[in-house]
């Protein structure tokens, strides 16, 4: 295994407008850029996932792309794309690679996110993007889950359309609990509702739209999802399953929704552990780009990288380095 490390002393930030500051001439660049180093990925630490996995004689075939910090720059720069990100989506569509773009946002239906990417000038449609609660709904239809009861932004609601719901105050009869992120709509009751509803026998399935902790609202920090589905497994005796990165079920899933299998797809995130160490655990390939959160050395940790690169906007070459 190679990975791809470009323009090492001259990483890109996140924002395009710092991109510009720091390299007026950046589109020239980014042509010039296209010469690639190869690096011996053994210089790296081991990856989390097997040197023999399947994917080491899997052409790529299909593309996952996180947002924020890899194709956009996500609400704190006014949602710009990365520069040269939407000219990838397009050599994706004229190569005739099946994409999708995978994202971890649970306050926000699918449709709201494709506007938000279109609106930053990346060419997008609501069926492009896979959110904690498209998967849900998938994992709900492909296990034949109903009724299912939601506690879930009321934003989210459409991405369920066609599974079977539960109607709201009631306490039992739920095939499924679903558990995302309700910011102030959570109270005791709603909580108790939940736990009610998993004391019920048969047990449902508790369903979580991630495992994170806790983030940083406008107000200040604030809990995610993780702690309210943490409270209800240790209540109720029951595990849940995670639909969020970097559960491999998400990747599984979205591999699924290209027609492939886990090893013919890559995942490009910013993300070295939720992205990259999520989707080689679930037997995809992962790319480390240095734009959004990525920090110096990030690869060089648990996880090694199928390839390194300086931005999204060099996915084109290392693609068709392994020949697609």
């Not at 494709?114 to 990346?122: E, P």
């Not at 449609?125 to 879930?152: Q, R, T, W």
């Not at 648990?302 to 693609?319: G, I």
Request: contains cysteine; charged residues 15%.
């Amino acid at each position: 295994m190679v990975v791809l490390s470009l323009l090492q002393h001259h990483p890109y930030t996140c924002c395009a407008g710092s991109i510009k500051q720091q390299h007026p001439n950046a589109p020239h660049r980014l042509g010039r850029c296209l010469r690639a180093q190869l690096v011996d990925s053994q210089q790296l630490a081991p990856s989390t996932a097997s040197s023999s996995s399947s994917y080491d004689s899997e052409p790529v075939a299909g593309v996952l792309l996180d947002i924020d910090g890899v194709v956009c720059c996500g609400n704190k720069c006014g949602n710009q794309a990365i520069p040269g990100a939407a000219d990838v989506i397009k050599h994706l569509k004229a190569a005739g690679v099946p994409y999708k773009f995978v994202t971890n946002t649970t306050t926000d239906k699918r449709a709201g996110v494709a506007a938000r990417l279109a609106a930053s000038g990346i060419p997008c449609s609501a069926e492009d993007i896979l959110n904690p609660a498209v998967c849900a709904a998938m994992y709900i239809k492909e296990h034949n889950l109903g009724p299912v009861a939601l506690f879930v932004a009321p934003a989210l609601l459409p991405d369920f359309e066609g599974c079977p719901l539960l109607p709201d105050g009631v306490e039992s009869g739920a095939a499924a609990v679903v558990i995302g992120d309700m910011g102030a709509d959570w109270s005791y009751e709603t909580l108790n509702r939940a736990f009610r509803l998993m004391m019920q026998q048969p047990t449902p399935q508790l369903l979580s739209l991630g495992k994170s902790r806790y983030y940083m609202a406008p107000d200040g920090l604030s809990l995610d999802v993780g702690p309210f589905t943490s409270a209800l497994e240790y209540a109720t005796g029951t595990s849940a399953v995670v639909l969020g990165k970097p559960a491999s079920s998400v990747f599984h899933l979205a591999a699924q929704s290209l027609g492939l299998k886990p090893e013919q797809v890559v995942m490009v995130g910013d993300d070295v552990v939720g992205d990259v160490g999520g989707a080689q655990d679930a037997g995809c390939r992962g790319i480390l780009v240095r734009t959004g959160k990525y920090r110096a050395g990030d690869e060089a940790g648990a996880v090694a990288p199928a390839a390194v690169l300086t931005s999204v906007a060099l996915l084109p070459e290392w693609l068709a380095q392994q020949g697609q």
